[in-house]
């Protein structure tokens, strides 16, 4: 049961990083997920500037912050100023890092 479960997982990262479409419902871990405003992109250091809501599951509290965004995830269709939803894993070195991330209305 737990093996079957993280292959799963696996499956559903592989799309969200191939950007092929983000899986918002029906996921079966608690991914991390946040939404704001994206204020700044830089595509060179793959990094993104939001203005997020708060994220209860980490304590934070709404803020602007910096965030850096995984290898494979397509910055292309984001524009600063527009509302965006994101999702955050946290690596071991890096802290936490966007591996998808879509425009909102
Ligand atoms: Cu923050």
Same mark, same amino acid.
């Not at 912050?65 to 894993?89: T, Y």
């Given at each position: #049961? ?8 696996? %499956? ?6 191939? %950007? *092929?479409?983000?899986?918002? *419902? %029906?996921?079966?871990? =608690?991914? &991390? ?16 500037? &939001?203005?997020?809501?708060?994220? =209860? ?5 709404? #803020?602007? #912050?910096?965030? *850096?965004?995984? =290898? ?7 524009? =600063? ?16 890092? &966007?591996? %998808? &991330?879509?425009?909102?209305?």
């Amino acid at each position: #049961m737990k093996r079957w479960r993280s292959r799963l997982l696996a %499956g559903v990262f592989g799309v969200c990083v191939a %950007g *092929a479409g983000m899986a918002w *419902a %029906g996921q079966s871990e =608690p991914d &991390i997920t946040g939404e704001g405003k994206l204020n700044s992109i830089d595509p060179g250091k793959r990094s993104v500037n &939001i203005h997020h809501g708060p994220i =209860p599951v980490l304590q934070w509290p709404a #803020m602007t #912050m910096d965030f *850096a965004v995984a =290898p494979g995830v397509d910055l292309k269709p984001l524009q =600063p100023g527009k509302n965006v939803r994101f999702i955050l894993k946290k690596e071991a070195q890096t802290g936490y890092r &966007i591996t %998808g &991330i879509t425009p909102t209305p």
